[in-house]
């Protein structure tokens, strides 16, 4: 296992393997769980070699608390990929190697998916996204690159990036790994007290509830109903609620046959901000 810090060694070593080399990139911004391993085992699976970088980067974070707050636990993320892979590279860069010059993001034209949902929240927040995955997908340039689809609409942007881009990978998604009681796995659930965290699976249980009255009730309908599920509770402050079209990521109002819809949602629990979404058809 080589842990690498310069983009520049990071290339020598990746010019050895040779251009044929079946490449696989895996990137985190560390505090690495089990929603996390189940990416890199796959990579790995399917990859004779696979780099994993670990790097929290400053420009996606809107709200500079919040990224104070972002576990490190880097010891720990190298020993949990140990015990999946050996034979693997981790690139764990510093801020002044992805940014030397200045910490600010590129700006992209993304036609629209950054501007709903975490967009309308998060300003910049894409912009960071596809400033980091941009460079490590310029660098590495694999074969394939792996995200979770917890974070679906970033996957949809980083989609749209390679192609506006011209970057030839293939993105692959990667279904959401849940805890037992089903909240969704996230290096922020760390924050949350272990009574709320146990709470928290509220948050899919209105999903799945959603998901069946989707079947049966218009799209307006289901996001009143969840919106007042929400009110019903002091533990949990709602920030969005959407049903979306999976290609534009367009709020809907109304279904159209034969077209693939998801919600999606974010929740304040604890001062902590909690995402997930699920398929609806």
Known sequence: MLVIKSKNKLTEELNKLGEDHKLGLVPTMGALHQGHASLIR???????????????????????EDLDKYP????????????ISEDVIIFTPDVAEIYPDSIEPKIYDFEGLDKVMEGEFRDDHFNGVG?????????????????????????????????????PVEIIGCEIIREDHGLAMSSRNERLSKAMRQKAAFIYETLKAAKIKFGMENALNVKEWVINEFKKTDDFQLE????????????????????????FIAVYVEDVRLIDNIALN
């Not at 796959?42 to 500079?64: L, M």
């Open 240 to 263: 969005y609620f959407d049903i979306t079209d999976v290609e534009t990521l367009t709020p809907i109002k109304n279904k159209i046959n034969n077209i693939k819809y998801r919600a």
């Open 131 to 167: 400033t980091i995955v941009e460079q490590l997908l310029k660098v590495v340039k694999p074969t394939k690159a792996y995200f979770g689809e917890k974070d679906f609409q970033q996957l949809r942007i980083i989609q749209k990036l390679t192609k506006i881009q011209h970057i």
């Open 42 to 64: 796959k990579a790995v699976d399917e990859n004779e070699k696979v780099v994993i970088s670990i790097f929290v980067n400053p420009t996606q974070f809107n709200n500079k």
């Open 72 to 83: 490190k636990t880097l010891e720990a993320d190298i020993q949990l990929i140990s015990t």
